[in-house]
């Protein structure tokens, strides 16, 4: 299988010895491994700690864009060292998160110099006291447009609604739709486990989407761990041969 989203110790969460040689000695020595796509955080990229975790930016892209040269000098950095390990199975991507205008925390020259862009939510600036519906129709809007900004892959796309209260078959069906007519990837991930996963991978199956799948690895020990995934196919009463496997287009 191919590990289209994993980490390195570029992402402030990830464990520090977790490196793309790490990934590079997968490939070769782990036969379930065909290849992985190294997905930072464009937050870890653009912005210093403090900052990515406060996530201001999200409301306040001025602060993308006062760090903007700095984030272009690490990831210029970053997909150098990729490169290295370009002939062993290691290929570059990011994750990416949206602000409120609309715009990815990567500078857009960038997309065109990796392999694959994940857009995933992990934070939105929206009051979670707030009453449900309004919640869920926040979350909505601004995946609908993630779905829109060009990116290859949703990544954990229930994760976050899924913290805040349980999401309807229904509901996992429009995103679906969506990420059909956008041509976008739904992912399966193996770090944030959800139980929408199997009315996910139902849905996708049903309407011929694409499924990304990724380990999400932060640690050594997560790394080429396909275990949930192969058991989420086979609960949702799906065999490997029926998904249609998203394979990024390598640059
Ligand atoms: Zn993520
Ligand atoms: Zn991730």
Known sequence: MIDCHA?????????????????????????????????????????????A???????????????????????????????????????????????????????????????????????????IEEDRNLILSDWKRHTIELINSGIDVLGHPFRWINNQFPVSRAIVREIVKEAKVAGVAMELNGHFVVPTDIDMLQEAVELGVPISTGTDSHTIAETGDFTYHLATIRQAGLSLAEIKLFTPKRK
């Not at 997905?39 to 912005?47: E, L, N």
């Not at 991507?93 to 020259?109: A, F, K, N, Q």
Request: charged share 25%; glycine share 4%.
């Open 7 to 51: 980490h390195t110790n570029m992402s402030y969460c990830a464990e520090n010895a977790l490196t793309p040689e790490i990934y590079s000695d997968l490939v070769k020595n782990n036969t379930e491994v065909d290849a992985v796509y190294v997905t930072d955080h464009g937050m870890a990229v653009y912005f210093p700690s403090e900052m």
């Open 53 to 127: 975790w406060s996530w201001q930016y999200i409301t306040d892209s001025r602060i993308f864009d006062q760090h903007k040269d700095w984030g272009n000098r690490r990831l210029e950095e970053h997909l150098a060292n990729l490169a290295k390990f370009r002939n062993n199975g290691v290929f570059p991507g990011l994750e990416v998160e949206m602000m409120h205008d609309g715009r990815l925390t990567i500078d857009d020259p960038f997309r065109a110099r990796i392999d694959i862009l994940i857009g995933s939510v992990h934070y939105l600036p929206i009051d």
